[in-house]
């Protein structure tokens, strides 16, 4: 393998000793390894969020009906809708994970977007009622009873959701589920309400002053729109198959380091996500001399890294082009009996110069054309 960098060296390999970044939430951030079926994970993962998310909003109410601050309510509020979208991603995991069929040949993955999308709308509902409830409590300030205890009660519960957010995060991203990313990010969202709702708190018991109770139950509020907001955008832009350069960036990686000779050129590189699942098509450049079985060998030897490097959760679709002319001047295959003259030129493989239309070849031809 080191042979294939050195040969080719405006090659960059994908780090392969990146290392997992352990965190104290093992019963989270071990579901990978000790499931090998990532559905497995994200089912239980989703599960803990609801039942979790359930018991914390019926201690918030438990909080608010104790103490009456707005910014407890909003924060109770965000709770309901947590658990609400918790069911809804369930119900999205599940069903992206149905194999393709007749009526969706390219699977089921889209789903996570829509439910990524429905929860951002929620985060931004639920910023609008917390706008709507403090400045009522910021104009009409109210006496707040029991505070020590609602601090105490809220502490723990924000200890928890933390806790709960970062897990749903990890795990998302470990097994590729936007759905649990979202859900989350979501969970993070209601840490910082109550973060915000602590400190609301803390400062009113010190100072007296109540309406910092609704001041900053609208500083939250904003914070929440801003990441319902950022939600929705991804949800759109992954439904529209908007460019992923992280994602292209692995597949030039990928494709650069199994470089062959034979390999002239890779153009018109496009992937997209659909839930897992990756979806990638590409123009390969092989030489003109190769017999039809043969080229599809080397289109097929690079169809089978792809998908093997994306754990078989991958589609491949390779158009191959023989070469012309132009490719002689980037071709590294010296004995060619087509070959029209020597290699000048070593082009760099990278993700912004693969997805580019026509070959190296001709856009260098092209380029010299232009500068005479």
């Avoid at 023989?322 to 070959?339: G, N």
């Avoid at 030129?345 to 026509?358: E, S």
Wanted: include cysteine; hydrophobic fraction near 45%.
């Amino acid at each position: 393998m080191d042979d294939i960098y050195r040969g080719h060296g405006a090659c960059v390999p994908e780090d392969v000793n990146r290392k997992l970044r352990e965190t104290h939430m093992p019963w989270i951030a071990g579901l990978k390894s000790k499931f090998k079926d990532p559905l497995a994970a994200r089912l239980i993962a989703i599960s803990v969020s609801l039942l979790v998310g359930a018991a914390l909003m019926a201690i918030k109410f438990y909080v608010y009906r104790r103490t009456g601050s707005s910014a407890v309510l909003s924060d109770a509020l965000e709770s309901i809708i947590n658990v609400v979208a918790s069911g809804f991603a369930m119900g999205s995991i599940l069903l992206a994970a149905r194999p393709p069929d007749r009526s969706h040949p390219y699977g089921h993955g889209k789903i996570e977007y829509f439910s990524a999308g429905f929860e951002g709308a929620l985060i931004i509902l639920a910023a609008l009622g917390i706008f709507r409830v403090g400045f009522g409590h910021l104009f009409e300030p109210r006496h707040l009873p029991h505070l020590e205890q609602g601090l105490l009660i809220l502490f723990g519960a924000a200890l928890a959701n933390l806790i709960l957010g970062l897990g749903l995060i990890r795990v998302g991203r470990q097994t590729d589920s936007l759905t649990l990313i979202a859900d989350g990010k979501h969970v993070m969202t209601d840490v910082y309400t109550s973060a915000g709702v602590l400190l609301g708190l803390l400062l009113v018991r010190v100072t007296g002053y109540y309406w910092i109770d609704g001041t900053l139950a609208i500083l939250v509020g904003i914070n929440i729109l801003a990441t319902g907001t950022g939600l929705v955008r991804h949800a759109f832009s992954g439904l529209m198959d908007a460019s992923d350069p992280g994602l292209l960036e692995k597949v030039s990686t990928l494709i650069c380091r199994y470089r062959r000779d034979t390999w002239i050129d890779v153009h018109q590189l496009r992937a997209s996500r659909s839930g897992s699942h990756v979806h990638i098509d590409l123009h390969l450049i092989l030489p003109g001399d190769l017999s039809l079985e043969a080229a599809h060998r080397e289109a097929k030897e690079l169809e089978q890294h792809l998908i093997s490097d994306f754990a078989g959760n991958a589609s491949v679709l390779i158009h191959m082009d023989p070469c012309i002319e132009p490719d002689c001047a980037i071709c590294k295959r010296r004995l060619c009996a087509f070959r029209k003259q020597n290699q000048t030129a070593d082009i760099q493989w990278d993700w912004k110069t693969l997805i580019k239309q026509g070959g190296a070849g001709e856009r260098l031809n092209r380029s010299r054309f232009r500068d005479k």
